[in-house]
């Protein structure tokens, strides 16, 4: 989680007090997106995982959430080739990924408070 590239970014486009709306909107999209992934890979619906894998890893990517991106990426990949043998362990992997990124901003708030 690279907090400090993404408010970089902010502050280039102008928009650098954005951070912690955008920060608030991913700690609170994130549970609703993970249960939407989650219930895809158990319903084994291939276009369901790549869809919500996709919609999750943009707004991971955009914070900079890169490991949690990278996992969410193959578990897009794996819905859009039908291939989910192994979505049941990436799914435990991308929980972990999204929990640790949320304690970390809940941690430590994007303004240093």
């Known amino acids: 989680m690279d907090v400090e590239r993404f408010r970089a970014e902010l502050r280039e ?27 895809a890979t158990k319903n084994q619906d291939a276009k369901a995982v790549a869809t919500a894998a996709h919609a999750f890893k943009s707004g991971a990517g955009t ?11 193959n578990a897009e990949t794996a819905g859009r080739t039908g291939q989910l043998e ?10 972990a990924e999204y929990l640790a990124v949320v304690r970390e901003l809940k941690a430590k708030p994007p303004n240093g408070n």
Not at 22 to 33: I, K, N
Request: charged share 20%.
């Open 63 to 73: 914070i900079h959430a890169t490991s949690l991106a990278a996992a969410l990426s």
């Open 86 to 95: 192994s979505n049941a362990e990436l799914l435990e992997q991308i929980r």
């Open 13 to 39: 486009a102008g928009v650098e007090e954005m951070i912690g709306t955008l920060l608030d909107t991913f700690v609170e999209d994130a549970p609703m997106r993970f249960a939407a992934l989650e219930q």
